[in-house]
């Protein structure tokens, strides 16, 4: 049964900082891996889908990075802001088992 | 292009009244799903439709809970008898393709369910 971490909990950094959240897996027999970003009381929004074959994507200041050998996954974040501040969660897809989710990272950008 | 729509938003009941919650895909989604997120837990699947096909109800209760996609494209969730335990945010989804496929996945907004 694939389970998904992702360290720290939470994570407070003052505004400009570069930042690296962190997801790991135990079973690496993946499809795709995928970011999303969720604010208080909102739904959830794809930031990145990585592929089983690609090893990173990129978009704007976000850099997110896969390597199934180790099960690990990292969202890299560049110049923080505080409009980044939310929840971000990793979330795996296997094939035919359901999205399995890691309970996030709460993240606060302090200006 | 419109999102993943979902109604309504907010909803509070007392326990034991049934209650509703309707979910619009993106157009051309084939594959929707409804989704359970508990505060400070990541969301867990409830039930994956392949058109009007319910292919993964394998964590829904059925004894309360039920799920319709009769044109294979709106959703109904419903619970009946809402429980205090079902207080929760009711997430839907949906993507092109389906588990098997690489396809993307699209949240709505969510509906928050608070059963007194």
């Known amino acids: 049964k694939q389970e998904v971490t992702q360290i720290p909990a939470a994570l407070s950094v003052p505004e400009g900082e570069n930042l690296v959240l962190n997801c790991s897996f135990t079973?690496?027999?993946?499809?795709?891996l995928q970011w999303f970003r969720q604010d208080p009381g909102k739904g959830l929004t794809s930031l990145l889908l990585?592929?089983?074959?690609?090893r990173e994507q990129t978009s704007g200041r976000l850099n997110a990075s896969l390597d199934k050998s180790s099960g690990r996954s990292t969202l890299y974040i560049a110049a923080s802001q505080p409009g980044d501040s939310a929840t971000y969660l990793c979330a795996l897809n296997s094939g035919n088992t359901p999205l399995v989710f890691g309970k996030g990272t709460r993240l606060s950008v302090i200006a | 292009e419109a999102g993943v729509v979902q109604s309504p938003r907010y909803k509070i009941i007392e326990k034991k009244q049934p209650v509703a919650f309707w979910c619009n895909p993106i157009s051309g989604h084939n594959t929707l799903y409804w989704y359970l997120q508990n505060l400070g837990q990541g969301p867990e699947l409830l039930i994956r439709y392949e058109n009007e096909e319910a292919v993964d109800d394998s964590q829904l209760p059925k004894d309360r809970f039920s799920a319709e996609r009769l044109k294979g494209v709106d959703s109904t969730l419903k619970i009946q008898p809402a429980e205090l335990g079902d207080s929760a945010v009711y997430l839907c989804a949906s993507s092109i393709g389906g588990a098997t496929n690489t396809g993307e996945l699209f949240f709505g907004e969510g509906s928050r369910l608070t059963v007194l």
């Open positions: 079973d690496s027999a993946i499809y795709n």
């Open positions: 990585i592929q089983s074959s690609q």
